[in-house]
């Protein structure tokens, strides 16, 4: 009996890159069929305004094997992929962009990988055609996550990555806020590497905004490490230990009478350094609990509309 390789590729505004995927996937196909693995594919068009979702159910009428998810509205790149994942297969599977930044190219070796007994085979970036500001974000970005999080985490990131199906229950029944690539790494499966050069995106614009990029940071900081709310334990103790010292310093100095009437400016100086600190605080505190909240008030992540 073959094996099985199910690939879910979540779509939003890429009815320009969509014609040459399916052309890379077809390809793809056929070197799987010659191989004897079978190839499933799950479109999951997250909410796109433009012809994406027409141009799915026109190739689903040359490939009826194929399957289309609609949802909604849009949900987010990692909410929508992973409504993909409920309706996988396989035995192994992949996420796969849309805009054709990750090369589909890549996938057959990954597959090499897999038939030779690794369970977890990921496409690390070294280098990428992006903008600059993308580019110095991302560098920041790994930089946190590896001085916060996992420590041997790939430098330059991964999107694309094949797994076994011992992966799926996990990534099916992880939490809301979850980062899946994160949470993939952290399970423990030694990873096989393939490094590549991810190319600049040919067709549209990115919808991966700057504010979508920070939610997912914080998604990944707050929902995967302690270390924030241990840097505010560790800020706050020296803070007191500082106001402890200075409101002796300034008792004894009242003893003694060498206070002095000036000081306005210090004390609001101090005051509001204190305040701030405070609400930054609380902050972070509040985006722990919100996500408490968000994971336990029974919220669907995402709604799906049609299935095709």
Not at 120 to 132: G, K, L, N, Q, S
Not at 227 to 247: D, E, L, Q
Request: glycine share 6%; aromatic share 12%.
């Amino acid at each position: 009996m073959n094996k099985k390789l199910s690939i879910v590729v979540p779509v939003y505004f890429n009815a320009l890159s969509l014609p040459h995927l399916f052309s890379e996937l077809t390809r793809l196909e056929e070197g799987l069929a010659a191989r004897s693995i079978d190839l499933e594919l799950i479109f999951v068009d997250d909410g796109s305004r433009d012809d994406s979702l027409a141009r799915l159910l026109a190739f689903r009428d040359t490939r009826p094997a194929t399957r289309v998810v609609k949802l909604t509205r849009n949900f987010g790149a990692v909410h929508c992929s992973k409504t993909g994942l409920k309706f996988v297969t396989g035995d192994a599977f992949m996420v796969v962009a849309a805009d054709l930044q990750d090369p589909p190219g890549l996938i057959m070796e990954l597959v090499q990988r897999w038939q030779a007994g690794a369970k977890f085979v990921i496409c690390e970036r070294i280098a990428r055609d992006d903008p600059v500001v993308s580019r110095i974000y991302s560098r920041i970005y790994y930089m946190l996550l590896r001085a916060f999080v996992i420590k041997d985490y790939p430098v330059g990131g991964y999107d694309m990555a094949l797994m076994d199906k011992a992966f799926l229950p996990y990534l099916q029944n992880s939490a809301k806020s979850v980062f899946t690539p994160l949470l993939a790494y952290w399970l423990g499966y030694k990873p096989e590497v393939i490094h590549y050069h991810r190319p600049a995106r040919r067709h549209g614009k990115s919808g991966w905004t700057f504010a979508k990029k920070f939610n997912a940071f914080l998604d990944v900081m707050l929902g995967f490490s302690i270390k924030p709310i241990r840097a505010i334990s560790g800020v706050g103790a020296i803070v007191a230990t500082c106001s402890f010292v200075y409101g002796g310093m300034v008792v004894v100095n009242a003893f003694l009478n060498r206070i002095p009437v000036e000081g306005f400016a210090t004390v609001v100086a101090l005051i509001t350094f204190l305040l701030g600190l405070i609400i930054v605080m609380l902050g972070v505190i509040g985006e722990y609990l919100w996500r408490i909240f968000d994971e336990t008030n029974k919220r669907p992540e995402t709604v799906i509309d049609e299935i095709w």
